[in-house]
């Protein structure tokens, strides 16, 4: 399905409590390989750096279930600059679109330190969407969300069930290199896992009868939302 050029996706989310976790997990993983990019079986860390306008659009859009919405964030995986991804995730209703190009860590740390001249002539169109943003709406840095991944594939459908774990917040800098970078847990006890369940057109029976959770219900998650949060609620103690 397309919206505006944009092939849209389902994104299902749910919080999970520790048993609950362990029981999908089981078996989950009886069923579809891991993803690839894994690491070993607890999966791969995500480390994002998300920007938001002057007035936190990104941040106050999602409270208020504006139709449609969108933000911008640059991307790691295990804390290496080997790949550098700028994505923008744009969410209608009940579909998600996710664009993605790549960054030099040159582009990166210039973007970082306040000078986004050295993308204004990018190839990639998203990369320049991320110029004007920064150069004429006020864009800027807000949160640095942190996070382990174990996910899992379904070819039919493009099926990706995965488990989000050890949420976190960045609260003493913006920059995802920073050795000094300090990390605030973002979830409590009882729910510190996040299912995601995305799919294209439909979600196959066999993956919907392993995945989805009997005892929790569909939750409205945002990672960016909940991250702002804890950093605020760190500088408040």
Do not use: W
Not at 126 to 137: I, M, S, T
Not at 141 to 168: H, M, N, Q
Request: hydrophobic share 35%; proline share 5%; net charge positive.
């Amino acid at each position: 399905m397309e919206f505006m050029g944009r092939r849209l996706r389902h994104e299902y989310k749910y919080y999970l409590h520790p048993h609950e976790y362990l029981s999908i997990r089981q078996r989950v993983a009886s069923m579809l390989p891991l993803d690839p990019h894994s690491q070993n079986g607890d999966g791969y860390g995500i480390r994002s750096l998300y920007f938001d306008s002057p007035v936190d659009h990104a941040l106050y859009d999602k409270a208020n279930g504006i139709f449609g919405r969108e933000k911008f964030r640059i991307r790691i995986y295990n804390g290496s600059d080997s790949s550098i991804k700028l994505e923008r995730k744009s969410k209608y209703g009940e579909y998600v679109s996710k664009e993605s190009a790549p960054l030099t860590r040159a582009e990166y740390d210039n973007i970082v330190h306040g000078d986004a001249s050295s993308i204004a002539e990018s190839p990639h169109p998203l990369v320049r969407d991320l110029y004007l943003g920064l150069a004429h709406k006020g864009y800027r840095p807000t949160a640095i969300v942190d996070y382990v991944r174990e996910a899992y594939i379904y070819e039919y459908g493009d099926v990706r069930i995965t488990f989000d774990k050890k949420l976190s917040s960045g609260v003493n800098s913006l920059d995802l290199f920073d050795p000094g970078l300090a990390l605030r847990e973002a979830l409590n006890d009882s729910a510190r896992t996040i299912l995601e369940i995305k799919f294209n057109r439909f979600l196959p029976e066999p993956v919907r009868l392993i995945a989805t959770p009997s005892a929790s219900v569909r939750s409205t998650i945002s990672k960016y939302v909940i991250c702002r949060e804890a950093a605020k609620l760190h500088f408040k103690r």
